[in-house]
């Protein structure tokens, strides 16, 4: 059975036309492992074309979030609702990036045969892999400015390279959604700053990104909404009304 919106928003390229089914909304949602919890009650609504630092102290549940709205993990309780829909399965329109401290960088693969996994979930398991999907990995590639180290392997990048690679297969994946675990985590200043333009590039192409966060001096530099978490919810909305000292402490503490 075809999809109800064939090739319906890729959000790749300026003027993509946004609409209410271009949301996500997590409803009342709570996680657990085993006898611990996790996250309870998180809530919070956005949509394509912003950024969200996720925020909190360590073991707040930043990762733990991530990975629920992948649909990497099940809630206890409540729901992610994607383009109106409840996310029951893995959507290739939703891409997990995670920590570059958990990737084995050591695994024998090029830039461009890493990239080019981003097409899987649109292959399933019948369809060859084609001219369409060599063109969207091409795009890809030069989107992230990969062209030239696209026969590197991954072991050869430097930090940047590194993320910008990640990057690159969530665009081949032609994600909408990109959840990012510490982006910018082991980046040097030039790098972080080289990442927070590409954020900016991606949303105003109608991208939608979350992304843990751990430096509090440049989020307002780098993201457009914030939503803070200690195992439950803080604050969700706006940098320049919900960065607040008063939330920060709540999260924080002195």
Same mark, same amino acid.
């Given at each position: 059975?075809?999809?109800? #919106? ?13 609409? #209410? ?234």
């Amino acid at each position: 059975m075809s999809s109800p #919106h064939p090739k319906e928003h890729v959000c790749w390229g300026g003027g993509c036309e946004h609409s #209410h089914h271009h949301r996500l909304e997590v409803r009342d949602l709570k996680v657990s492992y085993r006898e611990v919890l996790a996250l309870d009650g998180i809530h919070f609504a956005t949509e394509c074309g912003r950024s969200i630092a996720l925020i909190g102290p360590n073991g707040a549940g930043k990762s733990t979030l991530l990975k629920s709205l992948a649909n990497l993990l099940s809630a206890d309780q409540g729901s992610v609702i994607w383009r109106g829909q409840p996310l029951t399965r893995s959507s290739h329109e939703i891409a997990y990036l995670p920590q570059r401290g958990d990737v084995d960088w050591q695994f024998p693969i090029t830039v461009r045969g890493l990239v080019e996994m981003g097409r899987y979930p649109n292959l399933g398991w019948w369809r060859s892999y084609s001219r369409h999907d060599s063109e969207i990995v091409e795009r890809a590639l030069a989107a992230m400015d990969l062209l030239d180290l696209q026969d590197r392997q991954i072991s050869a990048l430097s930090g940047g390279q590194q993320q910008r690679t990640f990057i690159a297969r969530a665009l081949a994946q032609e994600a909408h959604v990109l959840l990012l675990d510490e982006p910018f985590t082991g980046l040097d200043k030039p790098a972080q700053e080289n990442l927070s333009r590409l954020f900016k590039e991606l949303t105003a192409e109608g991208r939608l990104l979350i992304a843990s966060h751990h430096d509090l001096q440049t989020v307002k530099g780098f993201y457009d909404d914030v939503l803070l978490i200690k195992k439950v919810q803080i604050a969700f909305g706006p940098v320049e009304t919900q960065f607040t000292p008063e939330n920060l402490n709540a999260a924080y503490g002195n």
